[in-house]
């Protein structure tokens, strides 16, 4: 059974650059094939795919993100870890990492989520 969780700060200011981290656990995030995900819910909306990390350490972004996202991997700690720079009260959502065959919003293992408020 793998099991995500992700963790960081529950509030940032405007302007910040967040910074969250999914620790693996039941898996290896090397294992072939899989893509390990960050996706995000603002408050009443639907879920948006951010980006993603590969197996391989190949690294993708939504286009509307990538100016402002980095993902990364510690495959020391099997861990995943997110970052958004220039944080506005629109980057308010609840983020989750999780594990797929692919990128985007589906999976097969996903964190309980954590939420973020960015302040003005």
């Known amino acids: 059974q793998v099991q995500l969780q992700e963790s960081g700060p529950g509030l940032v200011k405007v302007s910040q650059t967040l910074s969250l981290t999914c620790a693996v656990s039941g ?15 603002p408050p009443g909306k639907g879920l948006e795919w951010m980006g993603a990390i590969s197996y391989v350490g190949s ?32 980057d308010t959502a609840v983020y989750y990492c999780s594990r797929a065959k692919g990128r985007g919003v589906a999976y097969d293992y996903r964190g309980q989520g954590t939420q973020v408020t960015v302040s003005s």
Do not use: A, H
């Open 59 to 90: 690294t993708y972004y939504s286009p509307s993100l990538k100016s402002r996202t980095s993902i990364s991997r510690d495959t020391s700690k099997n861990r995943v870890t997110l970052q958004l720079s220039s944080v506005t009260p629109e």
């Open 27 to 41: 898996g290896s995030i090397t294992t072939t094939g899989y893509y390990w995900n960050w996706i995000r819910q």
